[in-house]
């Protein structure tokens, strides 16, 4: 038996969020693996290692800007 799922739709509030971001890749500056992340943001899978929020390269959105914060 197979089933089979209807394709996933991208929102267009999600698609404009998206447009600015870019995948980047560099060394885990604990253990030397390559580690791709979004924006200069980053987070070794094999050691653990996370660089600071402040050394990538665009603002953070805030909560407001989540589609699930109360207030919406």
């Known amino acids: 038996m197979t089933q089979q799922w209807p394709p996933e739709t991208v929102s267009s509030d999600t698609a404009v969020a998206l447009a600015g971001t870019e995948i980047t890749t560099t060394d ?19 050691c653990g290692w996370v660089n600071h929020w402040a050394e990538g390269s665009n603002e953070l959105p805030t909560a407001e800007d989540d589609p699930d914060y109360p207030g919406n």
């Not at 885990?28 to 094999?46: D, E, P, T």
């Open 28 to 46: 885990c500056r604990q253990c030397g693996a390559q580690v791709s992340g979004l924006n200069n943001r980053y987070a070794c899978s094999y």
